[in-house]
């Protein structure tokens, strides 16, 4: 544990994307007092997957999560995934803080049960997370 807050605006994101798909996507960071994980981003019902990417800087980690719609035996569905962003060419410091406050902010999104972790812009495609989704 980093003791690094969860902002309650974050929860308030989730449930709203849960609840009421308010949201296709949001992102969250720490801020800049690594004192508490805030919002970053949000995307629109009808936002795309790559604007979702783009939420995502090539310097610095990020969490994320995103409805996605998927279909399964015939039947459309959604879930919410978790993603965790650790680029490769972010500070240490930041992929530490990170990493060590993943756990608190992921308690707080009570149903998710798909995470994924990108490292660069290629873990993060379309066909892995739906992958992911489909062996849970």
């Known amino acids: 544990m980093s003791g690094v807050a969860v902002g309650e605006e974050c929860v308030t994101i989730y449930e709203e994307m849960k ?24 995307g629109e019902p009808d936002a795309d997957f790559e604007e979702f990417l783009s939420k ?12 996605i ?5 015939g039947c459309a569905k ?7 962003w650790s680029p490769d060419g972010a500070p240490i410091r930041s992929k530490m803080v990170y990493a060590s ?6 308690r707080k999104f009570a149903g998710i049960m798909t995470e994924v972790q990108g490292n660069d812009l290629s873990d993060l495609t379309m066909d892995e997370i739906k992958g992911r989704i489909m062996r849970v």
């Open 101 to 106: 406050s993943k756990e608190s902010l992921r």
């Open 69 to 73: 719609d998927y279909e399964d035996d």
């Open 56 to 67: 995502f800087p090539e310097k610095d980690a990020r969490y994320g999560i995103i409805d």
């Open 78 to 84: 959604s879930r919410i995934v978790f993603i965790f």
């Open 19 to 42: 609840m009421s798909r308010k949201y296709k996507f949001a992102t969250f960071r720490v801020n800049e007092d690594l004192t508490e994980i805030v919002p970053d981003a949000v």
